[in-house]
Structure formats: structure tokens, C-alpha cells
């Protein structure tokens, strides 16, 4: 047979003939799938590179790779225990690269997320040939992973320094791996350990990709274990062990060390709020100027009608063999599913709605497109490569009635057309067009921001962003002022507000602090004893625990007044010395609110030595210190915590009798 689904076309072929014209079939297959991953993979480099940049938040992840380096620990700032970075499996894999080459930080990073995006690329076609039977049936043509590297923003955080590229090859590899386990004969437990050993890093990758990774585990779990010497209830406690062995022991470390359960990042950003509408918004800033519901649509149609022509095809062979037909529906043959190619694919498009439905709760991000890539990949993940099955008459050049197996061919025909066309439009569309404007939406195009604002086609190397407003002041300022001190932005790009530390100085200068919002650019930029703190709270607990603001720009909705910073540095507080913008009254009051227990309790366990004793008061109260928030305007936080006011409220006067 020569084309799959239509075994009657050759029957009248002399039968010498038939294993030759399969033959060259099977290498024209395999030769046309081999160049689609090739050629999707160079088009994806080509437009990754062309966009190459490093994302001021990439170079947050660098500052804690330098102190991993430099023998502090994964920590943003010496002496303080704050992860800063979401994904621990991206901060950890920088660093083990950056050990081994030894070659710059920002070149390691971009090197590294090149390589994982490229490497999602060719998983995920590898795990969709596999859906559609391999390459002895059809042939198979890149589809969805067009419609993804067409997408700009997966283009501009396939380097970036950001772990967008880890997610979606871990994606892509445990989708290689699931289908590889649903089709397999025999299932042999190192594959299988193997499996959920992958599988249960997802919390590692990602806090939410536990979704992904917690539904894989679900269904092996759930599905029939492998015939081996082993009890099914031991065999299933030791998948439970290796999937959680890894991720269960760092979540010990980390509520010990960090104090926290999950990053810092989740308490600034309030990962568990909730902006609908926000959320909506932001998905429409993705969709809406790509029309990326249009191939999503005609790739549906396309994966339905190759679904149903192999489910067909299946059939047949299960009746022309005399097999009997299930029954329709038992938990035995629910359990049966579970380890199958099509409950792998309900996996995935059921973890990319879900995900959505996260990300839409959370009002998304304020970067073009970046939160909605893994739900994307997702969901284009069964269709990555789709199977054309060419009537055999075609080849041969005669013509005869169209039959179901010609018009699913000229389906499928017709949605890779479409699909290469709206690519095509899709790859060269502007969506947002403001510039360094930032709308009212909130969302920017991160990467146009700051190649506009440096003046740099691709900011890679952190002396590229001392040209955007105010670096190149702060480094002049710090080096200025050897004594310390703390500096707080100026309306000038000029020149930073330097509050002074106390007399006496020590000797060497009592040391500086910086407090700004773009924690990578100021951080990178400094050396390793320059503390660089926020007011959005990434690299500072103190912000991070106030309360979100309502109407707050997303991604950005938490700011804490620069009076807390002043007693928190312990710098002057009294004028001229102070800026003039700040008011000796509120820091004074913020220094009785800096007073309140449950305040000194989080700041202790951040920055007291690492003990047993402390390790062990960290793990308790971890969910108790997550959850804790002060309010960012002194004078009420004094109230929330009961404490003594030493500028007191004037009592309302008494109005006379009448």
C-alpha cells in the first residue's frame, strides 16, 4: 500500500511492485518531515535573531546567577533571602551554563534560550508525527508550529533572557514523551520513571505549569500499570516518589530559606488576584491585531477532519481483522484510554484552556503577549505537523470521482494554504504602534520599549541600557558619593536624589541602595554590595506585601512610598538633607509602622542569619508570611497594627449646645 486510506487503489498492482512504491514513499515521507522541522526551525532562528534582545527583567535573572557565583547564594541582594526569580529551573540552568563556559552572563543566557526555543520546535513536531503515525502513512507538513513562530512575540521572547523558551521545550518534550508512552507495546520503567521524573519538574519550570505537569502525573497514574514483577500499588507509591522527590524537597528549601512558598514574584505580582476584565483585555491585545482566532479556526478543522480519517481508517482495519467492537463506555475502558494518543491530546488543549482561564483571572501581563505563548503552544501542539494523505490517483495522474479520503485531502490542503498566508501577514504586523507611550491598557510592546528608549537595536549587554534615562546618572551619582547612601530618581534624567547616611561614617562608606522599578538594568549595572530594591516589592518584601492598588497599571500595581525606604536604610530623615518631596512626618510615622510585629517578624526572616532554628521558624510560617500584608500609607498601617501615632489625629471639636 502505497497511501494510507485508500489500501484498495493498488490492489490491481503486480505485487512486485507494491513494497518498491512504499519504499519510496516512506523515504519521500520521511525526507519532506525531516526539511519541514529543518526549515521551521531556521525560519524560527532567523526571526528569533533578527529580534535578539535582553529584557530588563532577563537581567534580573543575571544578578541572581552573579550572586549564585560569587559563593551568596540564589539571593537579588547579599544578606537579604528573596527569590526574585519565578522560574527556579531557568535561574539554575543559567547558572550551570554560565559555570561551565565561564563566558559572559548576558551571551550565556541568550545562547541558552535560543537553544530551548529551538529545541520546542522540533519536540513538538516530533510528539505531532507521532499522533498522526509516524511517517509511513502520510505525509506530514509543519502547520501549527508556522502559526506560532509567526507570532511576533514568540519570536521576541525566544531570547530575552526570560525562561519562555524553557516553558514551552519542557512543554514540547513532555508532549514527545506522553505520546511516545500512550503508543508504546510495552511500557519499560526507566521510560516510565523517566516520564514523571519530567513531569513532576513543572512547578520547577513555572509555578502554574503544575497544571500541566499535575494532569500528566494524574493520568499515568490513574492509567493500567506495565506487566512487571512489581505490585501495582508499590509501582504507582514509587511514580509518586519520583515525580515529587525533586520539586517536594525544594519546596522544603524553600519555605525554610526563603521563607515563602512560592517566589517572591507571586506575593508582589498577587498571583492570586483576580482582573477579569484586564484579563480579557489582554487576550484581545494578542488575538485581535493577528486575527489569531483565523487559523486557530482552520487548524481545528484541519485536526478534526485527519482525526476522523484516522479513526476511520482504524476502524476499518479492526473490522477487515474481526475484531469485536468495545463496549461504548466502562471504567475499565476509561482507565484503557487514559494511556492513549488521543487522552494525550485532551490533556493538552484541556492544560492551554485552563491556563488561559489563569491568565485571564490574573489580568494577564503587561508584556505584548508573552503570558498567552505556552496556551498557544498548547493548544497548536496536536497540530504542529499535519498529515496529508495524497489520493493515489493523483500521483499516478488519473482522474475518477472524488471520494470522503479527497475531500479530507483537499481540507487539509486547503487549511496548510491558509495557514502559510496568514503567516505571512501574520509575521510582518505591528500590534501596538505607542512607542514608549504606555496606554491605558497597560501593555507595551516590551522589547520595541526598550530599543527605542536605549537607542540600541538589540540591548543584549547591560552597559546597553546605561543609555536609557537616568543608568548612566546613577552610576555617575554612585561613584560621587563614596560615603553611601540612598538614591531615589530625580524628574531630571540627569542626576538621583542622594539621602546621606548618618554621622559618624565608617570607614569605607556605609555602603548605597537604589530604589527603582527596573531592577535588572540598575542591578547589572552595579556592583554585587550596591543593594538595588523596588517599590513594585520583585526584589523587596517590604513592597511586595502591601496591598494592590485597584486601578494600578497591570504587572505594576504595587508602590511603596519612598519614606519606608529612608528608616528601612537608615538614612537621614530630616531636611534639607532628605529630598525635598519627602515629609518628615510620614517618615516618621512609617518608622513606628516599620515597628508593627508581624513587620519585624517578615523582615527577620529574610535577613536574620541562616540558622537550623531559623530555617526551621520559616518553614512554619511560610503560608503565614505569604499571606501577611501591611498598608503602604503609614498613618493607617499604624492603625491596623494598634500602635501609638506620633502625630495623632486632633480629636473633631466639641461644637456648643445650641
Given at each position: 500500500?502505497?497511501?494510507?486510506?485508500?489500501?484498495?487503489?493498488y490492489?490491481?498492482?503486480?505485487?512486485?511492485e507494491q513494497?518498491?512504491?512504499?519504499?519510496?514513499?516512506?523515504l519521500?515521507?520521511?525526507?519532506?518531515?525531516?526539511g519541514?522541522?529543518?526549515?521551521?526551525?531556521?525560519?524560527f532562528?532567523?526571526g528569533?535573531?533578527?529580534?535578539?534582545?535582553?529584557?530588563?527583567?532577563?537581567?534580573?535573572?543575571?544578578?541572581?546567577?552573579?550572586?549564585?557565583?560569587?559563593?551568596n547564594?540564589?539571593?537579588?541582594?547579599?544578606?537579604?533571602?528573596?527569590?526574585?526569580?519565578?522560574?527556579?529551573?531557568?535561574?539554575?540552568?543559567?547558572?550551570?551554563?554560565?559555570?561551565?563556559?565561564?563566558?559572559?552572563?548576558?551571551?550565556?543566557?541568550?545562547?541558552?534560550?535560543?537553544?530551548?526555543?529551538?529545541?520546542?520546535?522540533?519536540?513538538?513536531?516530533?510528539?505531532?508525527?507521532?499522533?498522526w503515525?509516524?511517517?509511513?502513512?502520510a505525509l506530514?507538513?509543519?502547520a501549527?508550529?508556522?502559526?506560532?513562530i509567526?507570532?511576533?512575540?514568540?519570536?521576541?521572547?525566544?531570547?530575552?533572557?526570560?525562561?519562555?523558551?524553557?516553558?514551552?521545550?519542557?512543554?514540547?518534550?513532555?508532549?514527545?514523551?506522553?505520546?511516545?508512552?500512550?503508543?508504546?507495546?510495552?511500557?519499560?520503567?526507566?521510560?516510565?520513571?523517566?516520564?514523571?521524573?519530567?513531569?513532576?519538574?513543572?512547578?520547577?519550570?513555572?509555578?502554574?505549569?503544575?497544571?500541566?505537569?499535575?494532569?500528566?502525573l494524574?493520568?499515568v497514574?490513574?492509567?493500567?500499570?506495565?506487566?512487571?514483577?512489581?505490585?501495582p500499588i508499590?509501582?504507582r507509591?514509587?511514580i509518586?516518589?519520583?515525580?515529587?522527590?525533586?520539586?517536594?524537597?525544594?519546596?522544603?528549601?524553600?519555605?525554610?530559606?526563603?521563607?515563602?512558598p512560592?517566589?517572591?514574584t507571586?506575593?508582589?505580582?498577587?498571583?492570586?488576584?483576580?482582573?477579569?476584565?484586564?484579563?480579557?483585555?489582554?487576550?484581545?491585545?494578542?488575538?485581535?491585531?493577528?486575527?489569531?482566532?483565523?487559523?486557530?479556526?482552520?487548524?481545528?478543522?484541519?485536526?478534526?477532519?485527519?482525526?476522523?480519517a484516522?479513526?476511520?481508517?482504524?476502524?476499518?482495519?479492526?473490522?477487515?481483522?474481526?475484531?469485536?467492537e468495545?463496549?461504548?463506555?466502562s471504567?475499565?475502558?476509561?482507565?484503557?484510554?487514559?494511556?492513549?494518543?488521543?487522552?494525550?491530546?485532551?490533556?493538552m488543549?484541556?492544560?492551554?484552556?485552563l491556563?488561559?482561564?489563569?491568565?485571564?483571572?490574573?489580568?494577564?501581563?503587561?508584556?505584548?503577549?508573552?503570558?498567552?505563548?505556552?496556551q498557544?503552544?498548547?493548544?497548536?501542539?496536536?497540530?504542529?505537523?499535519?498529515?496529508?494523505?495524497?489520493?493515489?490517483?493523483?500521483?499516478?495522474?488519473?482522474?475518477?470521482?472524488?471520494?470522503a479520503a479527497?475531500?479530507?485531502?483537499?481540507?487539509?490542503?486547503?487549511?496548510?494554504?491558509?495557514?502559510?498566508g496568514?503567516?505571512?501577514?501574520?509575521?510582518?504586523?505591528?500590534?501596538?504602534?505607542?512607542?514608549?507611550?504606555?496606554t491605558?491598557?497597560?501593555?507595551?510592546?516590551?522589547r520595541?520599549?526598550?530599543?527605542?528608549?536605549?537607542?540600541?537595536?538589540?540591548?543584549i549587554?547591560?552597559e546597553?541600557?546605561?543609555d536609557?534615562?537616568?543608568?548612566?546618572a546613577?552610576?555617575?551619582?554612585?561613584?560621587?558619593?563614596p560615603?553611601?547612601?540612598?538614591?531615589?530618581?530625580?524628574?531630571?534624567?540627569?542626576?538621583?536624589?542622594?539621602a546621606?547616611?548618618?554621622?559618624?561614617?565608617?570607614?569605607?562608606?556605609?555602603?548605597?541602595?537604589?530604589?527603582?522599578?527596573?531592577?535588572?538594568?540598575?542591578?547589572?549595572?552595579?556592583?554585587?554590595?550596591?543593594?538595588?530594591?523596588d517599590?513594585?516589592?520583585?526584589?523587596?518584601?517590604?513592597?511586595?506585601?502591601?496591598?494592590r492598588?485597584?486601578?494600578?497599571?497591570?504587572?505594576?500595581?504595587?508602590?511603596?512610598?519612598?519614606?519606608?525606604?529612608?528608616?528601612d536604610?537608615?538614612?537621614?530623615?530630616?531636611?534639607?538633607?532628605?529630598?525635598?518631596?519627602?515629609?518628615?512626618?510620614?517618615?516618621?510615622?512609617?518608622?513606628?509602622?516599620?515597628?508593627?510585629?508581624?513587620?519585624?517578624?517578615?523582615?527577620i526572616?529574610y535577613?536574620?542569619?541562616?540558622?537550623?532554628?531559623?530555617?526551621?521558624?520559616?518553614?512554619?510560617n511560610?503560608?503565614?508570611?505569604a499571606k501577611?500584608?501591611?498598608?503602604?500609607?503609614?498613618?493607617y498601617?499604624?492603625?491596623?497594627c494598634?500602635?501609638?501615632?506620633?502625630?495623632?489625629?486632633?480629636p473633631?471639636?466639641?461644637?456648643?449646645?445650641?
Amino acid at each position: 500500500m502505497l497511501v494510507a486510506g485508500e489500501p484498495t487503489e493498488y490492489a490491481s498492482d503486480e505485487p512486485a511492485e507494491q513494497p518498491a512504491r512504499a519504499s519510496r514513499f516512506a523515504l519521500l515521507s520521511r525526507t519532506t518531515f525531516v526539511g519541514g522541522v529543518a526549515l521551521t526551525v531556521v525560519l524560527f532562528w532567523i526571526g528569533a535573531w533578527q529580534r535578539r534582545w535582553i529584557a530588563d527583567d532577563g537581567l534580573i535573572v543575571l544578578r541572581t546567577v552573579r550572586n549564585l557565583m560569587a559563593g551568596n547564594g540564589p539571593v537579588f541582594n547579599e544578606g537579604e533571602r528573596v527569590e526574585t526569580n519565578t522560574s527556579t529551573a531557568w535561574t539554575y540552568l543559567v547558572w550551570f551554563f554560565s559555570w561551565l563556559t565561564q563566558a559572559r552572563l548576558e551571551y550565556v543566557v541568550l545562547g541558552v534560550a535560543l537553544t530551548v526555543s529551538m529545541a520546542a520546535i522540533v519536540f513538538a513536531m516530533l510528539g505531532s508525527a507521532r499522533l498522526w503515525g509516524g511517517t509511513k502513512s502520510a505525509l506530514l507538513l509543519p502547520a501549527g508550529v508556522l502559526v506560532y513562530i509567526a507570532v511576533p512575540p514568540a519570536r521576541d521572547y525566544a531570547s530575552s533572557g526570560l525562561e519562555s523558551g524553557l516553558v514551552i521545550c519542557w512543554i514540547a518534550v513532555l508532549w514527545y514523551l506522553l505520546m511516545r508512552w500512550s503508543q508504546a507495546d510495552r511500557v519499560r520503567l526507566p521510560g516510565l520513571f523517566g516520564l514523571v521524573f519530567f513531569a513532576g519538574l513543572a512547578p520547577l519550570i513555572r509555578p502554574e505549569m503544575i497544571v500541566v505537569g499535575g494532569l500528566a502525573l494524574l493520568m499515568v497514574f490513574l492509567a493500567p500499570m506495565p506487566q512487571t514483577r512489581l505490585h501495582p500499588i508499590l509501582l504507582r507509591a514509587l511514580i509518586v516518589a519520583v515525580a515529587g522527590g525533586v520539586p517536594v524537597l525544594y519546596q522544603i528549601w524553600r519555605m525554610g530559606y526563603y521563607g515563602l512558598p512560592y517566589p517572591n514574584t507571586a506575593v508582589a505580582k498577587d498571583a492570586g488576584g483576580a482582573k477579569w476584565s484586564q484579563g480579557f483585555t489582554y487576550l484581545w491585545d494578542l488575538v485581535g491585531p493577528y486575527y489569531l482566532w483565523v487559523p486557530l479556526l482552520v487548524l481545528l478543522a484541519a485536526g478534526v477532519v485527519a482525526g476522523r480519517a484516522s479513526l476511520d481508517a482504524k476502524a476499518a482495519k479492526a473490522t477487515a481483522n474481526g475484531e469485536a467492537e468495545k463496549p461504548r463506555w466502562s471504567v475499565r475502558r476509561v482507565l484503557d484510554w487514559l494511556r492513549s494518543p488521543s487522552a494525550v491530546v485532551t490533556l493538552m488543549l484541556g492544560s492551554g484552556f485552563l491556563l488561559t482561564v489563569y491568565a485571564l483571572r490574573v489580568g494577564g501581563d503587561f508584556m505584548h503577549g508573552r503570558m498567552l505563548l505556552p496556551q498557544l503552544f498548547l493548544l497548536l501542539l496536536p497540530v504542529a505537523v499535519v498529515p496529508v494523505r495524497v489520493p493515489g490517483f493523483l500521483l499516478r495522474g488519473q482522474l475518477r470521482a472524488g471520494t470522503a479520503a479527497d475531500w479530507s485531502f483537499a481540507i487539509i490542503l486547503f487549511a496548510l494554504l491558509g495557514t502559510i498566508g496568514w503567516a505571512l501577514f501574520a509575521a510582518n504586523t505591528t500590534a501596538i504602534k505607542s512607542g514608549t507611550k504606555i496606554t491605558s491598557t497597560g501593555i507595551v510592546d516590551e522589547r520595541v520599549y526598550y530599543v527605542l528608549n536605549t537607542g540600541h537595536d538589540h540591548p543584549i549587554l547591560a552597559e546597553d541600557y546605561l543609555d536609557y534615562p537616568r543608568i548612566r546618572a546613577m552610576v555617575n551619582d554612585i561613584a560621587e558619593t563614596p560615603n553611601g547612601g540612598l538614591l531615589l530618581n530625580s524628574p531630571s534624567y540627569m542626576f538621583w536624589y542622594v539621602a546621606p547616611p548618618p554621622l559618624p561614617i565608617q570607614a569605607g562608606g556605609s555602603g548605597h541602595t537604589v530604589f527603582f522599578l527596573n531592577l535588572g538594568m540598575t542591578s547589572m549595572n552595579v556592583p554585587l554590595n550596591v543593594r538595588v530594591i523596588d517599590q513594585m516589592g520583585l526584589a523587596y518584601p517590604l513592597a511586595a506585601h502591601t496591598e494592590r492598588l485597584t486601578d494600578g497599571r497591570i504587572g505594576h500595581d504595587k508602590n511603596l512610598y519612598p519614606d519606608w525606604v529612608i528608616v528601612d536604610t537608615g538614612m537621614v530623615d530630616k531636611k534639607p538633607w532628605m529630598p525635598f518631596y519627602l515629609d518628615e512626618k510620614w517618615v516618621a510615622q512609617a518608622r513606628t509602622a516599620m515597628g508593627c510585629p508581624g513587620t519585624q517578624a517578615l523582615m527577620i526572616s529574610y535577613r536574620d542569619p541562616l540558622t537550623f532554628e531559623r530555617f526551621r521558624h520559616n518553614f512554619k510560617n511560610a503560608l503565614t508570611f505569604a499571606k501577611y500584608r501591611i498598608d503602604r500609607v503609614p498613618k493607617y498601617e499604624i492603625q491596623r497594627c494598634d500602635l501609638v501615632d506620633p502625630y495623632p489625629q486632633a480629636p473633631p471639636p466639641v461644637l456648643p449646645p445650641r
